[in-house]
């Protein structure tokens, strides 16, 4: 995998990223990271082969976001990680992937709110098209999430209707915006910051 990418930055983090993961998970099963071994559903979203345990990444530089969950107290789990920036396009991506209500409520913004909902929206649905596993074949278009700076993170609406799916949204620093989605809400979220030398 890590032969794919161009340039070899892409090729260090993306090593370093894939040996970080196996030894968070193996310490959490209480074995090697060698053991560790993934599967992939269809649309490439890896899964542990043996264990309780569900997880998934998002990467932006330098930065990982990995969460892990015990399957049977979230069910799946999906999570995206952005690092914040103008965004200058960010109606026009909008009016082409979001849904109709979302790319109007982006419209009624200006400036830096503007950029803070589109970054907020984008990895709301990012996480729950994670969570579901298919990627961005599920449709960005078929539910919309709350966006507004300071306003809870929801789903509004799936195809039409109110979901039962649970979002939770943050900033794991002052540049950076992250979601997590699971169909059953999490009884305890814990966060833990690891600063690793590559």
């Not at 370093?16 to 968070?24: C, E, M, N, S, T």
């Not at 998002?58 to 965004?87: F, K, Q, W, Y």
Request: one cysteine or more.
């Amino acid at each position: 995998r890590a032969a794919s990418f161009a340039f070899e930055q892409d090729r260090r983090r993306f090593v370093a990223r894939r040996g970080l993961v196996k030894f968070l998970l193996a310490a959490l099963q209480g074995g090697k990271p060698s053991e560790v071994v993934f599967s992939f559903n269809a649309y490439g979203k890896p899964a542990l082969k043996a264990g309780p345990f569900v997880f998934n990444t998002s990467s932006s530089g330098n930065s990982l976001l990995l969460a892990i969950g015990r399957r049977s107290e979230v069910g799946e789990i999906g999570v995206d990680l952005e690092t914040t920036r103008p965004m200058p396009d960010a109606l026009l991506i909008a009016q082409h992937f979001f849904s109709k209500d979302e790319a109007a409520e982006l419209g009624s913004l200006a400036g830096d709110e503007r950029d803070q909902a589109f970054f907020n929206c984008w990895t709301r649905k990012e996480a729950l098209i994670k969570a579901v596993g298919s990627g961005v074949s599920f449709g960005l278009d078929r539910f919309s999430v709350s966006m507004l700076p300071h306003e809870p993170a929801r789903i509004r609406q799936l195809d039409g209707v109110a979901s039962t799916w649970h979002l939770r949204a943050w900033s794991p620093s002052p540049r950076h915006i992250a979601a997590l989605a699971t169909p059953i809400e999490p009884p305890e979220v814990r966060m833990h910051r690891i600063a690793v030398a590559t």
